[in-house]
């Protein structure tokens, strides 16, 4: 495969030298199975990175620059590994830092992953015997380890352990495929979003452990209090964009319909006949559940919707049958129950529909999506 080590340099000269040398010298020749190459990111660096990078490009054949504009880590990124797709036909990135904090040593290891399947590999400070510098200050040591804390906890997404480092490797179909929404966080942000992207399309995310190491010459680019707004306003719209417009959002705004079809045909049949309330809830559940299941498959489930006319069919028929089974026994039972126990007079039969269906939603939801709208593995 064709991969390429991106490293992304905003005055950076001596530290990419040194990082390219150790690269060429030391790391691609163990490397036998892939053929390696590097792109600097540069943002037009004042301290002339990218002429630096252009004398050594004669004399490692391997080695290109992308430069623009500068906006921002991330940015950089998305422009470099734009230009690594488009115009050195990559198949898997690099992301690197340039100061040499990423031991470039560690590359084979993240490649052994991709070897073994995973679309993306994560270097973790936070796990597995990974480490964040010991000289550190207290207060640097505090916000690195409470962030991503802060990330996890608020994304809710626990079983990756380092969201806001930068060494890492993809292959090229996770970026072509979160390419589009990767312009809004073009700070360092950036790591974070596309991360949560790339988890949320089901993409195979492994984690290396990485000894953080500590920059050595050249000044920090992070801007502190900038980027923890920056990050906070990310992880809290990303996590109630997808709890409120996720899978259960949707499936509450479909039971939400249903709810009112049902109640609907139970308040007709209630008027007009003097039907068991159970049983009138049972009649009156069929119209809703035909329309949850044919929402649910367009909607909320779609990629896991059917393809054609006899899977609609058998699914239909398996949701009508699980759906009954919470309608009779928990809904129209615990309805019946309360007809039996308290009457039926005005507003009792709504209070118990208004109960029951409560109970029956938590059971509902945990049917659907273990049982009928399974998740398939992401291809
Ligand atoms: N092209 C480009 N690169 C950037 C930009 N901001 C940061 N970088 C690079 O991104 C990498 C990480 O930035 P650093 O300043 O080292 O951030 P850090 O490692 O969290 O901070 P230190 O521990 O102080 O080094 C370095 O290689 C920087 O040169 C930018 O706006 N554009
Ligand atoms: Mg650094």
Redesign the pocket.
């Known amino acids: 495969m064709k991969v390429v080590v991106i490293?992304?340099?905003?005055?950076?000269k001596g530290?990419v030298e040194k990082l390219i040398n150790i690269l060429e010298e030391e790391v691609f020749p163990k490397i036998k199975n892939h053929d390696m190459h590097i792109l600097v990111?540069?943002?037009n660096s004042p301290d002339g990175t990218a002429d630096a990078i252009k004398k050594l490009m004669q004399k490692w054949k391997n080695l290109d620059v992308n430069v623009g504009e500068?906006?921002?880590?991330g940015?950089?990124y998305v422009r470099a590994m734009t230009y690594a797709v488009d115009k050195m036909n990559a198949d898997v990135m690099f992301q690197i830092?340039?100061?040499l904090?990423h031991d470039p040593a560690k590359i084979p290891q993240f490649l052994e992953k991709i070897d073994q399947g995973y679309d993306m590999v994560i270097g973790t400070r936070y796990s597995d015997g990974g480490s964040i510098p010991a000289g550190w200050p207290i207060q640097r040591k505090i916000f690195s380890i409470l962030g991503n804390l802060v990330v996890r906890t608020i994304l809710l997404k626990f079983s990756i352990h380092d969201w806001t480092g930068?060494f890492r490797v993809l292959r090229k179909e996770v970026f072509l495929k979160e390419k589009n929404e990767l312009t809004s966080f073009k700070g360092?942000t950036f790591q974070v979003s596309f991360l949560n992207k790339a988890v949320r399309d089901g993409f195979k995310v492994a984690e290396v452990p990485f000894h953080f190491g500590?920059?050595s010459i050249g000044?920090?680019?992070?801007a502190p209090m900038a980027y923890i707004t920056d990050l906070l306003k990310y992880v809290i719209t990303a996590s109630i964009k997808e709890k409120l417009f996720g899978t259960f959002g949707k499936f509450l705004v479909v039971g939400g319909t249903g709810f009112i079809i049902q109640l609907i045909v139970y308040k007709f049949i209630i008027g007009s006949s003097n039907l068991p309330l159970g049983l009138a809830n049972l009649l009156s559940a069929q119209l809703a559940i035909f329309s949850n299941y044919n929402l649910n498959n367009l909607w909320t489930f779609k990629h896991e919707k059917s393809s054609n006319l006899a899977s609609y069919f058998v699914k239909m028929l398996g949701f009508f049958a699980t759906s009954n089974v919470g309608v009779l026994i928990i809904q129209s039972g615990l309805i019946q129950l309360g007809e039996i126990f308290f009457g039926r007079n005005y507003p009792l039969p709504y209070v118990y529909f208004v109960l029951a269906t409560g109970v029956l939603l938590i059971y509902n939801f945990s049917m659907y999506r273990f049982v009928i709208w399974r998740k398939k593995p992401h291809q």
């Open positions: 490293t992304p340099t905003y005055n950076e530290n990111a540069d943002d500068k906006q921002g880590l940015a950089a830092d340039a100061d904090q930068g360092y500590e920059r000044d920090s680019k992070i």
